[in-house]
């Protein structure tokens, strides 16, 4: 990096952090939150995940929605958490407590989700890239998504694995990030606001676990009748091709 560029990340340290910090609540956190809460729909069946789906795909100016709301956001976020993280200075192995660890796994679950967020994109959102089909616009969404768990090119074990390591990492560094978030900007002041936002975050985190291995449990199962109020006719469609649908990895 040459001297003026580095010269005025430097300057503008403060502002950065801040700007850091906010957008991994807003939007990040709260994009985290919907994600993984029209994800469980599936769950409830192919026909509730699907209008859930279509309503979020027909949203006025979805494109610019996702570029300005949540992409650039999240790259801001990754490189520059990035490059915070290289420059952090774990110390859980010589002082173990509680807060020396939450320290080093806020770190260790940004780069595990850094991977995720982009193997994930790959999976899914951009496999039309890949030779996959298009996500957006597609008339089956819960049938695209349980093909890239059941016909992708790894064994769905594998790639269900992938997914409950994605989730729990993000869901961690987002709940873990909501406690510090309200420490750096004075929401907690003192131990005991500290600690009630550490244990609201921490239910909060439960219940987002819960949403993420639901989906996973109704999308990747090699038993098709666990999704509820799925139909014979669903379940027909729902049988995994013999050639891969999918295009690319995972
Ligand atoms: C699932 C997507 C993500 C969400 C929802 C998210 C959310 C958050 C939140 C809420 C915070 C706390 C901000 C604060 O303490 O004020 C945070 C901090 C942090 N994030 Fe993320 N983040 C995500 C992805 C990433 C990625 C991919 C990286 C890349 C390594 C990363 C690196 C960091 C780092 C290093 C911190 C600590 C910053 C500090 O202590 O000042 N995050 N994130």
Known sequence: ??????????????????????SGVIPIGVFLFEHLLTNSM???GREKFNEHVHWLHNLPYLTLLELFGIMLPIAFHAIYGVSIALRAKPNAAEYPYFDNWRYTLQRVTGYVAFVFIILHLAHFRFAHWFGGEPYVGTADPFELTRQGFLAGALPTPVIALFYAIGTLASVYHLC???????????????????????????????????WGMMSLRALASLEPDLTRGATPAAHASSVPPSTPAHGATP
């Open 176 to 210: 873990n990030g909501l406690t510090t978030f309200c420490i750096t900007w004075g929401i907690t002041v003192g131990d005991v606001a500290r600690k009630r936002a550490g244990l609201a975050f921490g239910g909060l985190g439960l219940i987002l676990v819960a």
């Open 1 to 22: 990096m040459s001297e003026p560029v580095a010269g005025w990340f430097e300057k503008n340290e403060f502002l950065l952090r801040r700007l850091h910090s906010l």
């Open 42 to 44: 599936a769950f409830f």
